[in-house]
């Protein structure tokens, strides 16, 4: 079965300052989705890629699969208070599925 | 906010009861989804929903239950309640074969 890691677990950062978030998988993604979810609310859907090597962007926030499609980065430039949260990547299983796999989930805390 | 809503928003039961949790689509989609998120993990996928039928499982037992109204509308039941079940669910709909889902704001079920 696939399985995603995300790292880091936690990550504390200052108001202002560059961040990136890592998920690896352990096989071939077939679609990447990246969300952001409040403590105890639903996840607010953020990007996808499918493509190896496609990158996309929507204001500070930055997802990258790389070439072999195994391995997402989110980078958020600039932190700011709103970017607190839980970030979540999930990966469609495969075949037009339609059922993700997700990490475990990467607690973003932003101090001021 | 995505169009997709749940009832109730909080749950408390004992456990060996039964839960029926309520799931209403965003406008147009055909698919609904359902993931259970324990405390501190990512959501796992418990099954889909498409055309009134299951369309996919995860591993989750038989007690876990689940139906789709023609409105598209979906219902999730569990019977037999186990300390274990404690966790916030999650309902997701999609449009079959468009990939992204949307998801609502889950209900947090305690059992005691």
């Known amino acids: 079965s696939q399985e995603l890691e995300q790292s880091p677990q936690s990550l504390i950062v200052q108001e202002g300052k560059n961040l990136t978030i890592n998920c690896t998988s352990s096989?071939?993604?077939?679609?990447l989705y990246w969300y952001k979810q409040k403590y105890g609310e639903g996840l607010i859907f953020l990007m996808m890629l499918q493509k190896g090597g496609e990158e996309k962007s929507h204001e500070k926030i930055t997802a990258k699969l790389d070439e072999k499609k195994q391995q997402s980065s989110l980078h958020i430039t600039a932190s700011q208070p709103s970017h607190a949260g839980i970030y979540l990547c999930g990966a469609d299983i495969g075949q037009g599925a339609q059922k993700l796999v997700f990490g475990q989930g990467t607690r973003l805390t932003i101090n001021p | 906010e995505t169009g997709v809503t749940q009832s109730p928003t909080h749950l408390i039961k004992t456990r060996g009861q039964q839960v029926t949790l309520r799931c209403s689509s965003q406008?147009?989609?055909?698919?609904v989804s359902w993931y259970q998120q324990a405390l501190g993990q990512g959501p796992q996928f418990i099954f889909q929903y498409y055309r009134e039928e299951e369309n996919g499982r995860g591993n989750f037992p038989p007690r876990f239950s689940g139906l789709q109204f023609p409105n598209y509308s979906s219902e999730l039941n569990v019977n037999a309640l186990e300390l274990d079940d404690s966790a916030l669910y999650l309902c997701a709909s999609s449009l079959k074969g468009s990939g992204t889902q949307y998801f609502g704001p889950g209900t947090r079920l305690l059992v005691l």
């Open positions: 406008s147009g989609h055909n698919t």
């Open positions: 096989k071939t993604l077939y679609g």
